[in-house]
């Protein structure tokens, strides 16, 4: 023991003393964050992804629920695909806010061709769904879908509930319509559950995911009397989605994204024509102009910040996208 008139303990007292001081004012000193505030009127964000659903067919498609969306809120039928044209590389590039060259994912193979750049700590590429469970620790988030690959694109431990469809398994017989059905089938079981979860549970941030337009591009062509009958198709489920924030008494506080990865040419998506490259990109909600034709260039990769621009998340240095403020009432936030 030092006696209490030791030197040496005095000097340790001293230092210990300082110390504290030191942590103390540093403790003020640390720029808090503000906490994330979405902007005025929004509660919730609904992210509708429609697969290969071209801008080119617009004109001809009988979607009405998808187009009273674009009338009530701002469109751009010029949205384009990253690089290469293709599902999971887009996808990544909606839900990552970044290209392919960063976020690794520049095929649809089911691990990255490149690594990441970086990595959250959830062990991904830093997305929408990080963002969002990092600064609403306690928002409720869903999924649903009916391509595998989804799952690998998004930060799985950030979400709160995820559900995947599958079609039923094709054997050789199994014929191109009977194919193009299952994948109806799976398309409408993703609706038929994001439904009820958001009838149910009112969520803050939900993507929902459909396969089917895409599989019967690739079965029975693009622009045919098939493909349109499959978006029709979808355009029900998606006029059910709408049903479904309606019921949950939210319609008039969630602003909802379509969006689309690619369109299409004859049975594929892989050539550089504008019918592959541009998708239609349609906001609609709280403080998002009625009627509105988006000028602005629309990518891919600005709808991760677009989404966390109206969630008033921070975007990262690692992200390429911007938010499309043009389509909002007040641009700046
Ligand atoms: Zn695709």
């Given at each position: 023991m030092l006696p209490a008139t030791s030197p040496l303990l005095r000097r340790v007292l001293t230092v210990v003393s300082c110390l504290s001081l030191i942590c103390a004012s540093h403790a003020v000193e640390i720029p808090t964050q503000p906490p994330a505030k979405p902007l005025p009127g929004v509660q919730h964000v609904l992210l509708v992804g429609i697969d290969a659903?071209?801008?080119?067919s617009w004109e001809k498609a009988d979607i009405p629920n998808i187009k009273a969306l674009a009338s009530r809120g701002a469109l751009s039928l010029r949205a384009r695909s990253v690089s290469?044209?293709?599902?999971a590389p887009n996808w990544g590039s909606h839900l990552m806010g970044a290209g392919p060259e960063t976020?690794?994912?520049?095929?649809?193979?089911?691990?990255?061709a490149l690594p990441p750049y970086t990595l959250s700590k959830y062990g991904r590429f830093p997305g929408i769904y990080g963002l969002i469970r990092d600064a609403y620790p306690q928002a409720r988030t869903g999924l649903f879908y009916d391509w595998e690959r989804i799952h690998d694109l998004?930060?799985?431990?950030?979400?709160s509930f995820a559900k995947e469809f599958k079609h039923a398994p094709f054997s050789k017989d199994t014929k191109p319509h009977e194919k193009v059905d299952a994948y109806e089938k799976s398309t409408a079981e993703v609706a038929e559950a994001a439904v009820e979860y958001i009838a149910q549970k009112k969520p803050f941030f939900t993507f929902v995911y459909f396969s089917a337009v895409d599989e019967t591009g690739h079965i029975?062509?693009?622009?045919?009397p098939h493909y349109y009958a499959t978006l029709q198709k979808v355009d029900a489920h998606v006029g059910s989605l709408i049903g479904a924030l309606r019921q949950a008494g939210i319609e008039q506080e969630t602003v909802i994204i379509l969006i689309a990865d690619h369109g299409g040419y004859k049975k594929g998506?892989?050539?550089?024509r504008l019918v592959v490259y541009q998708t239609p990109w349609i906001i609609a909600g709280p403080g998002v102009k009625r009627g509105h034709n988006i000028e602005s260039n629309v990518v891919h990769f600005d709808t991760a910040a677009t989404v966390a621009h109206i969630l008033g998340l921070q975007i990262p240095q690692v992200w390429r996208g911007r938010p499309i403020t043009e389509a909002f009432v007040v641009s700046g936030k």
């Open positions: 659903f071209g801008a080119y290469p044209s293709v599902s976020h690794g994912r520049i095929s649809n193979a089911k691990e990255s998004v930060e799985d431990k950030a979400v029975l062509g693009h622009d045919t998506h892989n050539e550089a």
